[in-house]
């Protein structure tokens, strides 16, 4: 399959083919849903949560993001790769900014970088656009504002939400996040502006769509949210393959002579 690019990843909109993106955090893992043909990779902030086990993706550094974001990137020759800046990236001053994102691309051979962003920080993304960056901006419930916003709450303010993505789009964001806004404001916005839509929690009628591979594949990190499908159950596989593993060697079935050498 062609590699995804940025231009290509916009076209699917105007052909009106729906747009696949998942997470992914190591080689591996990409390696591996690259060959299952999804068009996107975010090497999401998430990580510090469901990588690192930590509360919230506050404590994510730029470091980090990078070190996850090249392995990623060398796993994944067809998929586009997007990064999420750390908190608080969209607050650190327009040449900071642009040098951490820069600095994000050019260590991790990533192809963009996205950004929680609401209408007041458009001029952020037009200076990452500008400095030729690409962006994919993320509105709607942002994660990495959690304290302010009180919570992970589905975000129903229908005009602010119009004001952000009118104004990433105005600023030259190529695509935008909905993350768990109400279904008919996001396939709304989806008609009234030409760049991809990405939802999570946002209903079918976005140009695509993104979830944690975590949740997709069943392995859950406490309670699981009403926008997640499990299309597998992997979490209670490793867990009872590895509890028959401990089996096999409490009672010397493992290693047999098919695992020795001699």
Do not use: W
């Not at 994660?143 to 030259?172: I, S």
């Not at 009234?192 to 695509?208: E, R, V």
């Amino acid at each position: 399959m062609p590699a995804m690019n940025i231009p290509n990843f916009v076209d699917k909109k105007k052909r009106g083919e729906k747009i696949t993106m998942l997470t992914a955090y190591d080689y591996t893992m990409a390696s591996l849903l690259d060959k299952a043909g999804v068009d996107g990779l975010l090497v999401g902030d998430s990580l510090g949560m469901v990588v690192q086990g930590k509360e919230n993706t506050l404590p994510v550094t730029l470091e980090e993001m990078i070190y996850h974001a090249e392995m990623v990137a060398r796993g994944a020759p067809s998929s586009l790769v997007v990064v999420d800046l750390p908190f608080p990236a969209q607050y650190l001053g327009l040449e900071k900014t642009i040098e951490n994102a820069a600095k994000v691309l050019k260590k991790s051979s990533a192809q963009a970088v996205k950004i929680e962003v609401g209408a007041d920080d458009a001029g952020v993304v037009k200076a990452l656009s500008a400095a030729g960056i690409p962006v994919m901006a993320h509105c709607g419930l942002r994660p990495q504002a959690v304290h302010q916003m009180g919570g992970y709450k589905v975000h129903r303010d229908q005009k602010q939400l119009h004001t952000d993505v009118q104004a990433m789009e105005k600023a030259g964001a190529f695509a935008v996040v909905l993350e768990c806004v109400p279904a008919a404001a996001a396939s709304e916005i989806s008609t009234q502006i030409a760049i991809p839509t990405i939802g999570i929690g946002a209903g079918t009628g976005c140009d695509g769509q993104i979830l944690v591979i975590y949740d997709l594949l069943g392995i859950p990190d406490g309670n699981v949210p009403k926008h997640v499908k499990a299309y597998a159950a992997l979490g209670e596989q490793i867990v009872a393959a590895v509890k028959d593993y401990c089996t096999d060697v409490r009672n010397g079935d493992f290693p047999t002579d098919d695992q020795t050498f001699v």
